[in-house]
């Protein structure tokens, strides 16, 4: 154990250095406030563009406050995710290809407890920040709009952060199995929009589906509960677990890719 806190205070300092400790979470939060902000003023900001015949008018259904957090997470699903994919593409491609990885493997060090560090590095990094830039959204509707339950919040905080961890992961397995870090995060943005949209086009069949776990997560903020989360939560889990082990299988095949 005390093995796995040096790999992961290792990743940490690696965050610090590549700045991704600051930009991913400042990306989260601008993605969460500007939605309720933009939502809010969109009327002005229509009116003041200018092109209009005079006299014109735009009238707009004020939307709920908990319609203004679910459109926050649909927001999350298109650019959270591509955040999460960039800044985890290269996590074991790029040791591999600079050899930092055949160098910390020659030592005695689990091939396990070196991706899970990684892994945990960047669970940790996905959950922070979008739970900064969710709460940031949060505050916002309810300087505007008027007041959510913390109780949604945290019920769909949780189901989305999962789905982020998931696709962290994925993300993760393409870079052990990919030489390009590009290559990893198509790949993990690929299988995410697969499962979202055979979750959306056949909701019976894949309702185990971790590809529903946003939509739950929506359903949890709008709703104010959900049914049959566990099933989607429990197999999310497992995958995340066999994404794992299938990265450290790689890696003790082949630690470096100069060898192959």
Known sequence: MTQWFVLYRKEWRELVRSYKLIWVP??????GASQPVTTYFLPDILASAGNLPEGATFEFPVPR????????????????????????????????????ASMILVKPVSYTAFVTSKWAAMLTLSTLSFAMGYGASWYYTMALFEAVGWQEVVGSLLLFALWLGFVGTVTIMFSSLLRS?????????????????????????????????????????????VEGAWLPVIITLCCMAAALLASAGVLRKRPSLDAV
Do not use: D, Y
């Not at 999350?76 to 600079?98: D, H, K, N, P, W």
């Not at 943005?189 to 909701?203: E, Y």
């Open 26 to 31: 400042i990306v989260f939060i601008l993605l």
């Open 65 to 100: 406050a908990v319609e203004v957090l679910a459109q926050t997470l649909s927001q999350f699903g298109t650019l959270g995710l591509l955040v999460v994919a960039l800044s985890c593409m290269g996590t074991i491609s790029g040791e591999r290809v600079s050899g930092t």
């Open 181 to 225: 870090p590009a290559a990893a995060a198509f790949s993990a943005l690929a299988s995410a929009m697969l499962l979202s949209v055979t979750a959306s086009l056949l909701p019976r069949a894949f309702a185990w589906s971790p590809g529903n776990l946003s939509k739950l997560a929506s359903e949890q903020v709008l709703n104010g509960s």
